[in-house]
C-alpha cells in the first residue's frame, strides 16, 4: 500500500510502465469508443471551455497525445497533459490544472471519487475488457444459496459491463443489489454513466440509501450492511482494502477480470485492525505530531487540517505541517523529533503501510482516538476524513476543558511502554490559549529560565546540533588550499605517519 507515496525517484527512473490493455487495445481502432471521445467532446463544447486538462495516470499515458489531439479538433479548445500528478493518480490535481488555468479538468482511468470544489470535471474511466459470463459463473460458484444477500462492488474501469452482468443475476438472486457509481453533482463533477439505466429496480422509500466512496446503493429496510456480503470486481488493491477496512464486519469475495478466477478474500482483516490499533496507542504515547498534507484537490482537506491542529492541541501535544507531495522513508526520517505522524489524503491512500517507516504514520480517525477520549473503540473503521467533520456521519465532538477538571486527572497505562501517561485535556495552556508555564532546562551546562519547547528540549539533547557560527571568536584567514582525494583517504593522510615510523 505504499506505492502511492512511498516510491523512491530511483525507483520512478528505472521502473518500466506495463501498458494496459486498454492502450493495447485502442492501437487497433478503438480509441475513440474506450477513452469516449464523442462524450468527452459534448462536456467541453456544452459548457464553452477552452482550456481544457487531460489528467492520465502512467499506464495510459502512451494514448494521451492521441486522445488529446483528437479532443483539439473536434472542439478547437487547447488541451493541456497532466502527466506526473503531485499525489496519488486516483486523485484529482487541481493545482497542477490551475498552473495551466484551465477551465476544466478531464480525469481518465482508476479513480477513487473523492470530491473536488475548484474546477468542472469529467470522469473517463475506460473500458477494461472482463467477461461477464466467467464473472457470473464465478458469483453462482462463490454463492450457492439463491436467496443470499450480496453487494456488488467493482472498479469504476469494469461500470461499462455490469448492466450485463446484473441481467445475468438479478433473475436467479431476488437479493443481489448492484451498486451505482455516483459523483456530487455540488462539486460540478461529471461522469458518463453507460452501464445500465436502473428503471426496473427502483428502491422502496423504506430502503435504507447509502453513499459512500462514489458508490450508491440501498439496503432493503430492518437491514444494515452488516446483514449483507460483498463481491468486488477487480484487482486486488487500494480500492479493495478500503471497502473491507470499511464495512469489516462484511464477508468479501472477488472476482478478478484479468485471471479469470474468483475467490473468497482471505485477508485476515481483523489483524489489520490489530496493526492500526496498534498505530492509535503509539499515536497515545506521542508527544510531537506530524500533519502530512497528502492532498490538495481533496474537499475539505483544509478544514480537516485545522480539527486535527485543534484536537491535538486540546490533547496536550505539539504538531507540525509537512506539505512534501510523494512521502518516501528518507524524506520523513530527517524530522527525528516527530513521534508520530498523521496522513490527510483521499480514503484510498489514507491507510498507508508504515512498517518501513522510522515513525508510523496514521489516519484522522486514529489521530481522533488517541487525543479524543468521548471517541471510543468499537470496532467501526472511518478511512473517509470528511465523515469526521461537523456534521458528518461519524463526527464527535471534543469534550470542552473545564477548570473543575484540574483535579481529576486520570492516567492510564501505555500497552507499548508500560509507562504511566495522563489522560486530561484540561490545562490552562488550552483554557486560556496561551501558555504561561516556565521551567528551569539545561543549556550549555547552564541553567537558565525559559519556555519549554518541545523541539527545542529534543535539539538541546542531540549530540550534534548543527555548525555553530561562533561569530567574533575566531579569527579571520585567507582561502588556503584544503583536502584532495575522497573521504576514506586523502592524498595527505599517512605522509607523516610514515616518516616517524622510518
Known amino acids: 500500500m505504499t506505492d502511492a507515496f512511498s516510491s523512491s525517484s530511483e525507483a520512478v527512473l528505472q521502473r518500466t510502465v506495463n501498458v494496459s490493455t486498454i492502450t493495447t487495445t485502442s492501437h487497433a481502432g478503438n480509441l475513440a469508443q474506450l477513452y469516449q471521445i464523442a462524450e468527452t467532446c459534448h462536456f467541453i463544447t456544452s459548457n464553452q471551455f477552452k482550456k481544457v486538462a487531460l489528467q492520465f495516470p502512467d499506464e495510459l499515458l502512451p494514448d494521451a497525445v492521441r486522445v488529446s489531439a483528437e479532443i483539439e479538433n473536434e472542439t478547437k ?8 500528478t503531485s499525489y496519488g493518480s486516483c486523485c484529482v490535481d487541481e493545482v497542477a490544472a490551475e498552473h495551466v488555468r484551465a477551465d476544466c479538468i478531464v480525469h481518465y482511468g482508476t479513480s477513487c471519487l473523492s470530491p473536488c470544489r475548484r474546477l468542472p470535471l469529467l470522469y473517463v474511466f475506460g473500458k477494461r475488457p472482463i467477461d461477464v459470463q466467467q464473472c457470473a459463473a464465478a458469483f453462482k460458484e462463490l454463492y450457492l444459496d439463491p436467496q443470499s444477500h450480496v453487494i456488488v462492488l467493482y472498479d ?4 461499462h459491463a455490469i ?5 445475468l443475476l438479478c433473475d436467479i438472486y431476488p437479493n443481489v443489489v448492484v451498486s451505482l457509481l455516483k459523483t456530487d453533482h455540488s462539486c460540478g463533477a461529471e461522469l458518463i454513466q453507460d452501464s445500465y439505466v436502473d428503471d426496473n429496480h427502483t428502491d422502496s422509500q423504506d430502503d435504507i440509501v447509502i453513499f459512500k466512496f462514489g458508490r450508491h446503493f440501498s439496503v432493503k429496510a430492518g437491514q444494515s450492511v452488516d446483514n449483507y456480503s460483498m463481491f468486488y470486481i477487480g484487482q486486488e488493491g487500494l480500492t479493495l482494502t478500503n471497502f473491507m477496512m470499511t464495512w469489516n464486519h462484511c464477508a468479501f469475495s472477488s472476482f478478478n477480470p484479468e485471471t479469470h478466477t474468483g475467490r473468497v478474500e482471505s485477508v485476515k482483516i481483523n489483524k489489520a485492525l490489530m496493526k492500526r ?19 490538495l484537490g481533496v474537499a475539505n482537506y483544509l478544514t480537516i487540517i485545522e480539527q486535527l491542529k485543534d484536537i491535538i492541541h486540546k490533547a496536550g501535544k505539539k504538531s507540525y505541517m509537512f506539505a512534501m507531495g510523494k512521502i518516501n522513508v528518507p524524506k520523513l526520517a530527517n524530522f527525528l523529533e516527530i513521534d ?12 498507508l503501510d508504515s512498517s518501513e517507516f522510522y515513525r508510523p504514520v496514521v489516519t484522522p480517525f486514529e489521530m481522533e482516538l488517541a487525543c479524543n477520549k468521548h471517541r471510543e473503540w468499537t470496532g467501526e473503521y472511518v478511512t473517509d476524513f470528511r465523515d469526521l467533520l461537523p456534521g458528518g456521519s461519524s463526527h464527535v465532538g471534543f469534550p470542552e476543558p473545564d477548570q473543575s477538571a484540574f483535579e481529576e486527572e486520570t492516567t492510564d497505562v501505555s500497552l507499548i511502554t508500560g509507562a504511566l501517561r495522563t489522560c486530561s485535556t484540561a490545562s490552562s495552556e488550552i483554557i486560556n490559549g496561551t501558555s504561561e508555564s516556565t521551567s528551569l532546562v539545561p543549556r550549555n551546562q547552564t541553567l537558565t529560565v525559559a519556555n519549554t519547547n518541545t523541539a527545542a528540549s529534543f535539539l538541546a539533547g542531540r549530540s550534534w546540533q548543527g555548525l555553530e557560527p561562533k561569530l567574533g571568536q575566531t579569527p579571520v584567514v585567507k582561502a588556503v588550499g584544503g583536502r ?12 607523516g605517519n610514515a616518516s616517524t615510523h622510518l
Open 77 to 84: 479548445a487547447k488541451t493541456f497533459i497532466l502527466g506526473d
Open 156 to 159: 469504476v474501469t469494469y461500470s
Open 163 to 167: 448492466g450485463d452482468l446484473r441481467t
Open 277 to 295: 490499533y496498534y498505530a492509535i496507542e503509539r499515536a497515545k504515547d506521542a508527544s510531537v505530531v506530524g500533519i502530512l498534507v497528502g492532498t
Open 340 to 351: 508520530v505522524y498523521v496522513l490527510v489524503a483521499c480514503p484510498e491512500n489514507s491507510l
Open 484 to 495: 584532495r582525494g575522497i573521504a576514506i583517504a586523502y592524498e595527505e593522510e599517512g605522509v
